[in-house]
């Protein structure tokens, strides 16, 4: 499973690539209004940090428009990814660009349905929203589940993306599944290492050591 990470925040990105362990990163235009920062600056500094897809939302709701944009974001580096909205105009734009050579994320899937449109379209990425689902009550999960399935069936080259993950067991349950990537906000990815059993059995281990008088170097 690839990981990507759900955040414009540099210092966030910086730290958590240093870990290895970062394959990607998404953004949305919430998240760079929340940044503070100069949307094209951002996009460029994060791919300077990551070299794995870096996904740039359109803003624009309208194919013309999406186009003029992507145009605009795709030169800013080679691991842009245009991320466009699951509407009709957001996936004929998915088509022109992936036809073009341009890895697209379509985002804000939320049925089986959408995702099966966007792998038509031709979508190097699909971002279904499991905790948005599960904030109303719906299975997210279980969407995650339905679109594997689906896609199994064709010769698709849409990747899975898991979004909007709120916790470790929505990691564990779609890897479970068999999602190809999952992005996580920057505290999700971070609680992945946590176990109290790891930390008590590391401070026995260093407690021990100290014991022995020893020192390896
Ligand atoms: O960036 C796409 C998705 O991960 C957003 O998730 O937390 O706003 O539901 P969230």
């Avoid at 990105?13 to 929340?34: R, Y």
């Avoid at 460029?44 to 309208?62: M, N, R, Y």
Wanted: net charge neutral.
């Amino acid at each position: 499973m690839k990981f990507f990470v759900d955040t414009a925040e540099i210092a966030d990105i910086k730290s958590l690539a240093a870990s290895g362990l970062l394959d990607g990163v998404t953004t949305n235009p919430s998240l760079i209004a929340k940044s503070g920062r100069q949307f094209k600056e951002v996009i460029k500094e994060i791919c300077d940090i990551v070299p794995g897809p870096v996904s740039a939302e359109v803003a624009s709701t309208d194919f013309e428009n999406m186009m003029a944009e992507a145009k605009v974001l795709r030169p800013i580096a080679k691991n842009v990814t245009i991320k466009v909205p699951l509407t009709p105009d957001g996936l004929r734009a998915c088509r022109a660009l992936t036809d073009d050579g341009a890895m697209v994320n379509v985002t804000l899937c939320f049925s089986p349905a959408q995702a099966l449109l966007a792998a038509k379209a031709g979508a190097t990425f699909v971002s279904p929203f499991v905790g948005r689902l599960d904030d109303i009550g719906y299975d997210g999960m279980k969407l995650i589940a339905d679109i594997v399935q689906i896609y199994k069936n064709y010769p698709f080259k849409t990747e899975v993306l898991v979004a909007s993950v709120r916790h470790p067991i929505h990691v564990v349950e779609a890897a479970k599944i068999g999602a190809h990537v999952a992005t996580l906000p920057p505290p999700v990815l971070r609680s992945l290492f946590n176990h109290p059993l790891t930390e008590k059995g590391l401070a026995n281990f260093v407690a021990d050591w100290k014991k022995t008088g020893q020192s390896i170097i």
